[in-house]
């Protein structure tokens, strides 16, 4: 039995809503091939996004794209002229609705539940015309479409902001690490000229093995592509352990997925990892103190020059099958500037960072506020 009101409702209207099915809201519509169009400045959209731009549309008024085929459960609002193809489809908004309202509404509906495909996530127009719903009178959807474009208008611009802070921060480490950017000391002079060293010459490779208890209980870590870091894969007992060469790490030390390298496997350890354990299909480094900052090296291992280093080291026929040739790459020759403006790069590094963690942080309770909001304004 569905409700007929939401548990939120701005305090000037008291009156009923009004029980109906999605037949009752819009019309939907099928999308047609765009392959013979010419390019234009028109989007051409399909249940994953935008295709391409066109010179023709098929509709020109506010509509809700609802997906037929694919992502089915993403629906998007455009007001803009607009082509979309057959695995998506558009609304005519009927005229007793508010469109940002019906996209509003459409975000609340749990649409894989009305999945009519058993393979490739698929809509019908007779099981979503079946959906049942309530709607408000015209006045009180117009004032619930403002509040959602108000917060949806919000989330876009943190979007926004958090894309452009990361392009900065791509930028300027360009810059940075080619030596465009130089930095100063606390007394504004010159730091020395940057010197080349070996990897050899700034890390050493650690071998804390290990005797594992078979009753002991151990914490493994595993490390994310992408220099998505180092994590936890759990607690085992010794004898769950499968590989018995096992060893030590220790905060802040750097390690490398010998099979994963090339996806960008390596990270430091985090204080929270200290005394975990990992196999010998990784590499654990520290760094020679007086030389190396480990959290510069950190960031220095995703630059262009060290990925394509982490590649051509790395022996195989198949991207995935890869094997890190550790003692080649120590040999990689790489310049290096002094301890102290490694430290200067790092902290001004981990200032981009942190306001892009804070935007993030707002993005996230920004969406947690806005779907509060979806369950609490919709029935």
């Not at 079946?130 to 015209?138: A, C």
């Not at 009180?140 to 917060?151: G, L, P, R, S, Y």
């Not at 403006?341 to 920004?366: N, P």
Request: include cysteine; aromatic fraction near 12%.
């Amino acid at each position: 039995m569905i409700d007929t009101l939401p548990s939120l409702r701005f305090k000037e209207f008291n009156d009923k809503w009004t029980k109906c099915n999605l037949k009752d809201v819009f019309i939907l519509h099928y999308g047609k091939d765009h392959k013979l169009l010419p390019d234009g400045r028109y989007p051409a959209l399909g249940s994953g996004g935008v295709m391409r731009y066109v010179n023709s549309y098929l509709y020109d008024k506010p509509s809700v794209l609802i997906g037929r085929k694919g992502t089915i459960d993403k629906p998007r609002f455009l007001s803009e002229p607009f082509w979309t193809v057959d695995t998506l489809f558009y609304t005519e908004i009927k005229s007793n609705c508010i469109p940002y309202f019906v996209y509003s509404l459409a975000q609340k509906i749990k649409w894989k539940k009305y999945n009519e495909a058993t393979g490739v996530p698929s809509l019908n127009t007779t099981g979503i015309y079946s959906i049942p719903t309530v709607i408000p009178e015209l006045a009180e959807q117009q004032k619930i479409a403002d509040t959602f474009a108000c917060v949806d208008s919000k989330i876009s611009q943190l979007i926004e902001k958090q894309r452009l802070l990361k392009e900065y921060k791509k930028g300027v480490m360009q810059q940075v690490f080619s030596q465009q950017i130089r930095f100063k000391d606390g007394d504004g002079n010159a730091f020395p000229e940057w010197k080349e060293y070996a990897l050899k010459e700034i890390l050493l490779l650690q071998s804390d093995s290990l005797n594992m208890g078979d009753e002991e209980t151990y914490e493994l870590i595993t490390v994310k592509r992408g220099f998505g870091g180092v994590t936890s894969r759990g607690y085992f007992k010794g004898k769950d352990v499968l590989v018995k060469n096992q060893f030590t790490i220790h905060e802040s030390e750097f390690v490398i997925s010998k099979r994963q390298i090339v996806h960008g496997a390596c990270g430091l350890v985090p204080s929270e990892l200290e005394g975990a354990i990992v196999s010998n299909e990784y590499n654990v480094f520290r760094p020679i103190k007086e030389l190396l900052d480990i959290d510069y090296f950190n960031r220095f291992a995703t630059t262009p020059l060290m990925r394509r280093a982490f590649f051509i080291n790395s022996d195989g026929v198949h991207i995935e099958k890869l094997l890190f040739k550790t003692q080649s790459w120590l040999k990689t020759k790489v310049h290096l500037p002094c301890l102290g403006e490694q430290q200067k790069i790092s902290q001004f590094l981990l200032s981009i960072d942190s306001k892009i963690e804070g935007v993030a942080t707002q993005l996230e309770q920004t969406m947690q506020f806005k779907k509060g909001l979806l369950q609490q304004m919709f029935v």
